[in-house]
């Protein structure tokens, strides 16, 4: 089951739930005259502390599946999913998403495979890009230049947030080339025509937005430039997958001494983890110490990947372990320029976490795990880069605590 789902089931418990910051839940819904939504102007939704919800949000110990009747949907939820399958309905996407097939690979890991053919076929060519650190072409293709019923509201702090003097406007819009229901992009400030650089401020409303959901498969990630970003234009992604993922509960050990660095060591792929158990001051510190680390990264022309979902805390866990917190995991990877045709998958943020979206019938009706660790271990960095990767975000996190 979705969490968006195009069956009543869920749709039906959003409509009529209260909405404390908004008067009418349809002002986020377009009118139905296509002339009019130039006009239209973009809604606000605008949070504050109390929203951003911590504990009680857990799997339903028959996962895999929607814990529908044991939660109810957020605000942010019910805003997302209602103005998100009207676009459905207006035809503003590619393709229309059904119930994608799908199916927990055997064996250790745990991946999630899906059968997405049309976002195989349908969605843009990635750009041309040959650079980490490629500047912003405003001929190509960037999110000012989507049409204007794309765009399902401006995600607004209220200033009660900390960090709120940094605020940037994010943009909420509909990915045309949906992976799951309810795929959406944020883009902080399109005006500004942000390259593709993890920046806080978009990164601060990426770990809020699962934060505002009350739905445990709400996810964020972020893909850089040779990481597989097929935009260079600011943005993260952000859906619903109604199944755990092996990064949830992943073990790992700490790397500095202060324990703020940890490596992620299980598979699908080794990679670092930050975690936070709420909003303020250790939120913003987490924000801080990922943007030092992808700054890193990136001028030393590293690609990366990093996801976002509620989890564990670090140290020994269990697939069931509690989620109590946030992780936000880092990879470090060689840089792809261009998708590889004839792939089951391309390795990006979801792949890394334990989500695969297969391109074709074919590969997934034969795809194994051990397949799916070879395309995904074959776009790591070699051992002795990956060594002084770990080293030197080591040295970076251990300057925060002098």
Not at 136 to 154: C, Q, S, T, Y
Not at 210 to 237: K, Q, W
Not at 299 to 314: C, K, M, Q, S, Y
Not at 320 to 325: F, M, R, V
Request: charged share 20%; aromatic share 6%; net charge negative.
């Amino acid at each position: 089951m979705h969490a968006c789902m195009n069956e009543p089931t869920l749709v039906q418990k959003v409509s009529p739930m209260a909405v404390p910051h908004d008067s009418h839940e349809t002002s986020y819904l377009l009118p139905p005259n296509s002339k009019d939504w130039e006009g239209h102007g973009i809604p606000d939704f605008v949070y504050g502390q109390e929203e951003l919800v911590l504990e009680g949000i857990q799997w339903p110990r028959d996962a895999p599946g929607l814990p529908e009747d044991t939660v109810p949907p957020s605000r942010f939820d019910s805003v997302l999913c209602s103005a998100w399958r009207q676009r459905v309905e207006l035809g503003l996407f590619r393709y229309r998403l059904g119930e994608l097939q799908t199916q927990t690979l055997p064996g250790a890991v745990g991946f999630v495979a899906q059968l997405n053919v049309e976002r195989g076929a349908q969605r843009r060519r990635p750009q041309s890009i040959s650079s980490v650190k490629q500047a912003f072409d405003p001929a190509l293709f960037n999110f000012n230049k989507i049409r204007p019923g794309e765009v399902l509201f401006r995600l607004l702090r209220e200033p009660d947030l900390p960090g709120a003097l940094q605020q940037e406007d994010i943009l909420v819009m509909i990915n045309v080339s949906p992976l799951e229901w309810g795929h959406v992009l944020l883009v902080p400030e399109p005006t500004r025509g942000l390259p593709q650089r993890l920046l806080p401020g978009a990164l601060r409303a990426g770990v809020e937005a699962v934060l505002l959901s009350s739905h445990p498969g709400f996810r964020v990630g972020f893909n850089s430039l040779g990481g597989l970003a097929s935009v260079n234009h600011l943005h993260l992604h952000g859906y619903y997958l109604a199944h755990r993922l092996p990064v949830e509960g992943a073990p790992s050990e700490p790397l500095d001494p202060g324990g703020h660095l940890h490596l992620l060591q299980a598979v699908p792929a080794p990679g670092f983890l930050f975690y936070t158990s709420g909003p303020g001051p250790d939120l913003e510190a987490l924000i801080g110490r990922v943007c030092r680390a992808t700054d890193y990264l990136t001028d030393r022309e590293i690609a990366h990947n990093l996801f976002v979902t509620r989890g564990a805390p670090p140290g020994k866990t269990s697939p069931s372990s509690a989620l109590t917190g946030v992780r936000v995991i880092l990879w470090a990877r060689k840089s792809s320029f261009g998708v590889k045709e004839g792939e089951a998958f391309n390795v990006a943020l979801c792949e890394l976490a334990g989500h695969l979206p297969v391109k074709t019938s074919q590969d997934f009706s034969s795809l194994t795990e051990a397949a799916a660790l070879a395309l995904i271990q074959d776009c790591l960095l070699p051992p002795a880069q990956a060594e002084e990767v770990r080293a030197a975000l080591v040295a970076l996190i251990a300057q925060d605590e002098q």
